[in-house]
Nanobody, 126 residues
Framework: QVQLTESGGGLVPAGDMMRLSCAASGRPFSSYAVGWFRQAPGKGREFVAGISASGGMTLYADSVKGRFIISRDNAKQTVYLQINGLLPEDTAAYYC???????????????????WGQGTRITVPS
């Protein structure tokens, strides 16, 4: 079992950069693929980025491609999500999720991830 804790959210002006962290504790993190999802007010949760256990594969939602960068440091048991050029539509609760069954792939489907963090919120005023 692995526990996930997100951090780095807050109130930021449009155009700024923010980096979210997803720190893992429990079992070694290097065997877990990780996904970042977000849920905007009044909307469903959506996939934004994912990274395979080794970091060799990354996936992005079309809506964030070019602005979001996912990376991981397995020695620090942490996955990062850097968001460049923040937009008001990036306002959401951001969740990281992990699963150890994806081999060297990563899924975009929420149901494929077993472990979830509690989320961290980003607010970008318009």
């Amino acid at each position: 079992q692995v526990q996930l804790t997100e951090s780095g959210g807050g109130l930021v002006p449009a155009g700024d950069m923010m980096r979210l962290s997803c720190a893992a504790s429990g079992r070694p993190f290097s065997s877990y693929a990780v996904g970042w999802f977000r849920q905007a007010p009044g909307k469903g949760r959506e996939f934004v980025a994912g990274i395979s256990a080794s970091g060799g594969m990354t996936l992005y939602a079309d809506s964030v491609k070019g602005r979001f960068i996912i990376s991981r440091d397995n020695a620090k048991q942490t996955v990062y999500l850097q968001i460049n050029g923040l937009l008001p539509e990036d306002t959401a609760a951001y969740y990281c999720a992990a699963d150890s069954r994806m081999n060297q792939n990563v899924s975009t489907a929420q149901d494929d991830f077993e472990y979830w963090g509690q989320g961290t919120r980003i607010t970008v005023p318009s």
